[in-house]
């Protein structure tokens, strides 16, 4: 008997658990910037780069998951050159490696945990995040601070190459994110 009792309590708490609520990110309203280093002086280019699709889920008031997908092809700078440049094979080879994902795997604290794939590199990344939820709309922002070499990005890297002098590029660059999502009727992917 204790046994039918145990089972049934184990089937009643899968059943009343709440359902995930599904966000789905709108890729024109966020925004994602990026700014890279020299390792001498103070240069620091900073550009955009544009969220393709993204989703969250949320189980009660904690965020739960995500996946988010970023059109490496859009990676932009004011200067053209610097652009194609960072497009090309030295950096992002967006022709071979058109996107990149990051996949959340939970929100701790304030610490979002989760993979970055990167050039088809995929690596561990955890960086702090504020959830704003307002009705039906989640706002997830941000700072991750990326080591482009674990990506194979090894371009004037002094990690790398020696004599750079004030050629040499710092191996990290930080993401800046402002994810804006809605809350959708549709089930989690």
Do not use: C
């Not at 997908?69 to 652009?83: G, P």
């Not at 440049?85 to 604290?109: C, N, S």
């Amino acid at each position: 008997m204790k046994t039918f009792f145990a089972l049934l309590l184990t089937w009643a708490s899968f059943a009343f658990q709440t359902a995930p609520l599904v966000y789905q990110a709108d890729p024109v309203a966020s925004k994602l910037t990026w700014t890279g280093h020299a390792e001498v002086g103070s240069w620091a280019p900073a550009g955009t780069v544009q969220l393709r699709r993204g989703q969250l889920e949320v189980v009660g008031h904690a965020l739960r998951k995500g996946r988010f997908e970023v059109d490496m092809r859009t990676i932009a700078h004011s200067n053209t050159d610097l652009q194609r440049h960072l497009q090309g094979t030295d950096f992002f080879d967006v022709a071979q490696f058109p996107t990149a994902v990051f996949e959340l795997r939970e929100v701790v604290g304030k610490e979002a945990l989760g993979q970055l794939t990167l050039r088809g590199i995929t690596k561990p990344l955890r960086f702090p995040v504020t959830v704003t939820r307002t009705g039906r709309t989640l706002r997830v922002q941000g700072t991750a601070t990326v080591d482009r070499t674990q990506y194979g990005v090894r371009f004037n890297s002094s990690s790398f190459f020696q004599n750079l002098g004030d050629q040499a590029i710092r191996n990290d660059f930080q993401l800046t994110f402002d994810l804006v999502a809605t809350a959708g009727a549709g089930p989690a992917q």
